[in-house]
Nanobody, 116 residues
Framework: QVQLVESGGGLVQAGGSLRLSCAAS????????IRWYRQAPGKQREYVAS???????NYVDYVKGRFTISRDNAKNTVYLQMNSLKPEDTAVYYC??????????WGQGTQVTVSS
């Protein structure tokens, strides 16, 4: 079993920065890609970024240049550095992964609120 725990959310003014963390535990060797999603009030959950075990990254267009995903395999942790935050980045941010036996594993989420 794999468990994911997010942290690092909070309230920040527009233009500010936050760094989210996603700590993985359990059968971590079964994990390849870890993803960040977010869900704003009244909207569907949407993909933000992902990183593979080897370090390959991918981003949705509207965060490119502002967000950076990274991972520390020794700490079993993935980070999402968010700079130049905008009010429209306000959402609950979730960490996600999958294994061969479990198609979707989610953390509990961390709230990010950006004030204008």
């Amino acid at each position: 079993q794999v468990q994911l725990v997010e942290s690092g959310g909070g309230l920040v003014q527009a233009g500010g920065s936050l760094r989210l963390s996603c700590a993985a535990s359990g059968n971590i060797f079964s994990i390849n890609v870890i993803r960040w999603y977010r869900q704003a009030p009244g909207k569907q959950r949407e993909y933000v970024a992902s990183i593979s075990r080897g370090g390959s990254t991918n981003y949705v267009d509207y965060v490119k240049g502002r967000f950076t995903i990274s991972r520390d395999n020794a700490k079993n942790t993935v980070y999402l550095q968010m700079n130049s935050l905008k009010p429209e980045d306000t959402a609950v941010y979730y960490c996600n992964t999958n294994t061969l036996t479990t198609p979707a594993i989610w953390g509990q989420g961390t709230q990010v609120t950006v004030s204008s």
